[in-house]
């Protein structure tokens, strides 16, 4: 699982819906630092002044995060234990989380060291997006733990799909929600207006991003679908007749002979509602396979050569001239897209 840690990467807040339940929520109404930012929000005269103020106020107090082990919640020492399972599921994580914590999930999310511990690491990772201090490791890390938390919550809850094929990779590539009472921001007192060309420059940004974000989604999608299909079992196979290429047909006088071929790696339709997630069908749909005729080597080889195809294109998109702001720090564009193609995503429209 050691590689589970490597999708988590961090992009600036963008919009969702907040009423996706598979979110990660931050928004508490019983912290002191939210409440001020919302009276800040309404400020007449200068609400972005404000809340940078109360903001850096919240990182100068003994609440804010700035280093996980300040935490009563060991996060890194179960990201450790995490990293080193071979397999997971929910049976492995109950396990997991009860050698680290000395205390079944249901209590430990349930104490109030760790409910005082999710809230203060959601408040230091607002405060850290408002003032754009510090560095994108420092979200990153607080990011990662608040994931973890998510997890928790998942396992206590009994969510059933976390027993899926990559359901708990998924559930620790979730988005991270950001206040929508608290954001977007309001513009700051003395902030110029953006020209045109800036903001068609910024949109150009914002879109290669998204277009590297998608990439990278859909090479997940991919790699998933590849590791279901190649995971079946032999008594998950039907013989069928499958239609014979005009390349492989006798030609004789009256022109190619297409009878059809008996194929005997075809998937089953059991084996298919059985073992194929929805993404994976949907992946198979995307590149019109019908699965009740093809092979399975053929789906796979099919797969693997969009794979590389998605590759190349982001190869191809590189521009390493171009900036883009990541936090408090700026990489060239084509580093970022670099990292989409082994990294997804997990902060859109969080942080």
């Known amino acids: 699982m050691d590689t589970v840690f490597k999708f988590m990467t961090l992009v600036s807040p963008e919009p969702v819906d907040p009423d996706d339940n598979k979110h990660i929520k931050i928004e508490n109404p019983g912290s002191d630092l939210q409440k ?12 972005r002044d404000e809340m940078v103020r109360h903001a850096r106020e919240f990182m100068e107090s003994d609440k804010f995060v700035g280093d996980l082990g300040s935490c009563s919640t060991p996060f890194l020492e179960f990201g450790k234990f995490l990293a080193r399972e071979e397999s997971l599921d929910m049976k492995v994580l109950r396990a997991t989380i009860q050698a680290v914590f000395r205390t079944d999930v249901n209590d430990l999310v349930g104490s109030t060291q760790y409910i005082q511990d999710r809230q203060n690491m959601g408040d230091s990772l607002i405060a850290l997006t ?3 201090e510090g560095d994108a490791n420092d979200c990153a890390r607080l990011s990662m733990a608040l994931l973890l938390a998510g997890l928790f919550e998942r396992v206590a809850a009994q969510d059933a799909t976390l027993d899926r094929k990559g359901g ?3 559930a620790l590539n979730e988005t991270i929600v950001l206040p929508g009472s608290i954001f977007p921001l309001p513009r ?7 020209g045109r060309e800036r903001r068609e420059e910024i949109e150009q940004v914002k879109e290669e991003a998204r277009e590297a974000e998608e990439a990278a ?23 069928a007749e499958t239609p014979r290429k005009a390349s492989e047909a006798t030609v004789e006088d009256k022109g190619p002979v297409t009878a059809p071929l008996q194929s005997p790696w075809i998937l089953s339709e059991e084996a298919v509602s059985r073992r194929l997630s929805r993404s994976t069908i949907k992946e198979i749909d995307n590149l019109g ?6 092979p399975l080597p053929e789906i796979v080889q099919t797969m693997e050569a969009k794979l590389i195809d998605i590759c190349a294109q982001l190869c191809k998109a590189e521009k390493p001239t171009r900036m883009m702001k990541l936090g408090s720090s700026f990489l060239p564009v084509h580093k970022i897209l670099g990292e989409a193609v ?3 995503p997990t902060a859109e429209g969080g942080a």
């Open 188 to 194: 700051a007192r003395h902030e110029r207006p953006v």
């Open 217 to 239: 989604q859909r090479l997940k999608d991919l790699r998933m679908a590849i590791d279901e299909l190649t995971a079946v079992k032999a008594a998950d196979f039907r013989m």
């Open 130 to 132: 408002i003032t754009n």
């Open 289 to 294: 396979i019908p699965l009740d005729t093809t």
């Open 342 to 344: 082994s990294r997804n």
């Open 36 to 47: 001020k930012l919302k009276v800040d929000y309404a400020h007449p005269e200068n609400p």
């Open 168 to 170: 708990i990779e998924c």
